[in-house]
């Protein structure tokens, strides 16, 4: 598999998992909110962040030239998730910080994946 499919394939499916886990948010609301710990205020701004972050990932995965922003994404994903993790703003339950920081390690994950599927491409050129 070339670089490049590779790349797009990364993203395809990073965009796919984010998706399912913003509609998972959004469909759960003030039930998982309560479990989290997340106020349920929250709940729908976060699931309709993630829908949009997932478009974006989608969007990125088919244009012609592959924007480092494609990183940029994920990476603060991955440290908002962490800094409010860590912060105390939010008063989670243990429950809620496994899966909060179970998404960072996630968009952790697709970060790197991606940051070194752009540079392998770019030596290849």
Do not use: C, K, Y
């Not at 995965?61 to 991955?78: I, K, R, Y």
């Amino acid at each position: 598999m070339s670089q490049q499919r590779a790349l797009r394939v990364s993203l395809r499916v990073d965009g796919v998992g984010t998706g399912i886990f913003g509609v998972f948010v959004l469909v759960s609301g003030q039930g998982l909110a309560d479990v989290i710990g997340v106020p349920g205020s929250w709940i729908v701004p976060i699931g309709v962040g993630m829908l949009g972050g997932a478009v974006l990932l989608l969007v990125f995965s088919g244009h012609p030239v592959l924007p480092p922003l494609a990183v940029a994404v994920n990476a603060v994903a991955g440290i908002a998730m962490v800094g409010l993790t860590v912060s105390g703003v939010l008063t989670l339950t243990g429950l809620g910080v496994a899966f909060i920081l179970a998404g960072a390690a996630w968009v952790a994950t697709f970060a790197v994946l991606v940051l070194v599927l752009l540079r392998r491409a770019e030596g290849a050129r």
